[in-house]
């Protein structure tokens, strides 16, 4: 009896049993083969990769959140069960709509809740991954251009600095002014004119001598002056160029007196009372054979004559140097029938263009020197006959014409204008110290310190020129031999 109510009661329970496992199905979906499944009530979480909607995954995800039944199962659509969890799923609605955006036709497959949350972590993964790659490639390419627009800004700065400061330093070396003006002179151009008396620079410049050449041999650093004798250039005064902090100075040095004339021997010979004997221009000027002299580099004073254009005509203020008009007993290269006192082939005009030119000028100053159409004819000679006259000549440095120096334009005085009558000392020039110990005759007296000075134009017969004495008024009976003064003229552009 009792084995029988214990059968009845396992039948019992077993058919309890029977009953809870026919539960009734879910709904069923299609695939995308046109297979059906069915969905429990107690259902997890399940993708198909056929054309499943966004909503219908929102819904699943809600319903397997709200079931929690335990031993459900899920029929695949290959007919096969997976039996889940009673574990919650996890709640990815929100994260999953925002952040999967794929197709996933490509394959089904079916998967748990918590499969569903391992895939969705990992293509959300991928995605952060991708976005914050492609955050740090648009922040890197936004630093890099940045840094590359501002390197490239710096480079075009440096390059427009560089260029600007080049250019401001070319026009700086081309354009400063190479003159001074005061009043009415100017400051243009250097040459030896004083003597040097400071006593710790003829100290230092005696250093400098070395040894002194002779006829008979040279001596490295000075540079002979090829002064006339006989007619004949010769070794037997010379000079030497010392720079010392920054200024410059000319030593010279002779072991024989020039003569009066460059085509003669004897010494300018004037008579010293004092000393009751002949002596020669040099050594009447305080200068004597074998000894050095120096003399500073100083700026050459001009009178302004005229302005037109804007060029200045201009004449040297002192007779800066000294010259014979023409140095040789023949001309050199002139054609037959020129006389000796031509012009156009004079060994002043030589010097004047060659050597004082490029002595006493720098290249920048010489650029602003004008070339100038210089007249030689009869009018401006003030002679009667065209045989002595020569052609224009195409000069950078010439003499004044007889015609300039009587010109009132210019402001100089009537011709042959003495004291007595007209201003004839505005034509008067004083001897530098260095021309004087070159050979140049200062006077003394009345007219102390002043010298006689060559003009350009030729007197009317076979060996004279014209030039202007040291009263201011006007000789013509010179030899062209002679040593006189040099007074430089030119045109500038201003």
Request: charged share 25%; net charge negative; glycine share 6%.
């Amino acid at each position: 009896m009792k084995s029988t109510f214990v059968r009845l009661i396992a039948i019992f329970l077993l058919l309890v049993f029977v009953l809870t496992a026919c539960t009734v199905k879910g709904p069923s979906y299609e695939t995308s083969e046109g297979s059906t499944f069915e969905e429990p009530t107690e259902v997890t979480t399940k993708e198909t990769t056929g054309e499943a909607t966004e909503e219908t995954t929102e819904e699943t995800t809600e319903e397997t959140t709200e079931e929690k039944s335990m031993g459900t199962t899920v029929e695949s659509t290959e007919g096969s069960t997976v039996e889940t969890t009673k574990e919650p799923a996890e709640d990815l609605t929100e994260d999953f709509t925002e952040d999967f955006t794929e197709d996933l036709t490509e394959e089904p497959i079916t998967e748990t809740t918590e499969g569903v949350s391992e895939d969705t972590s990992v293509d959300t993964s991928e995605e952060t991954t991708e976005d914050v790659t492609e955050k740090t490639v648009k922040e890197t390419t936004e630093e890099s251009t940045e840094n590359t627009t501002e390197e490239t800004t710096e480079n075009i700065t440096k390059e427009t600095t560089e260029e600007t400061t080049a250019e401001t330093v070319e026009e700086t070396t081309e354009a400063p002014l190479q003159y001074t003006v005061d009043g009415k002179y100017i400051y243009f151009g250097q040459y030896p004119q004083k003597d040097v008396t400071d006593a710790t620079i003829l100290e230092m410049l005696e250093d400098e001598i070395g040894a002194t050449p002779s006829p008979e041999y040279s001596v490295e650093g000075w540079t002979s002056f090829g002064a006339y004798m006989n007619g004949i250039a010769q070794d037997y005064m010379w000079y030497k160029d010392v720079v010392i902090d920054g200024e410059m100075y000319r030593g010279i040095y002779f072991v024989s007196y020039r003569p009066k004339e460059s085509v003669g021997s004897e010494p300018n010979q004037y008579y010293d009372t004092n000393e009751e004997r002949y002596i020669s221009s040099q050594e009447r000027n305080g200068y004597v054979t074998e000894n050095v002299y120096w003399f500073k580099y100083e700026p050459i004073k001009w009178v302004v004559l005229a302005q037109e254009n804007g060029c200045a005509f201009l004449v040297c203020a002192s007779i800066i140097d000294g010259a014979s008009y023409q140095a040789n007993t023949a001309l050199e290269g002139a054609p037959e029938g020129k006389y000796i006192n031509s012009y156009e082939y004079s060994t002043v005009r030589a010097w004047l263009n060659n050597d004082f030119y490029n002595t006493a000028f720098t290249p920048l100053q010489q650029a602003i020197i004008q070339t100038t159409d210089v007249r030689n004819d009869i009018v401006s000679a003030a002679i009667n006959s065209s045989a002595y006259a020569s052609p224009n000549t195409q000069d950078k440095v010439f003499l004044l014409s007889h015609e300039e120096v009587n010109n009132k334009d210019y402001g100089f005085p009537d011709e042959y204008g003495y004291d007595g009558g007209t201003h004839s000392y505005l034509r008067r020039r004083s001897v530098t110290r260095y021309a004087r110990a070159i050979g140049v005759l200062s006077y003394t007296g009345t007219y102390v310190g002043c010298g006689d000075w060559w003009l350009r134009s030729p007197k009317a017969s076979l060996s004279c020129a014209k030039t202007v004495q040291n009263t201011g008024g006007l000789f013509s009976q010179i030899s062209v031999h002679e040593y006189l003064g040099v007074v430089p003229a030119l045109w500038i552009k201003l």
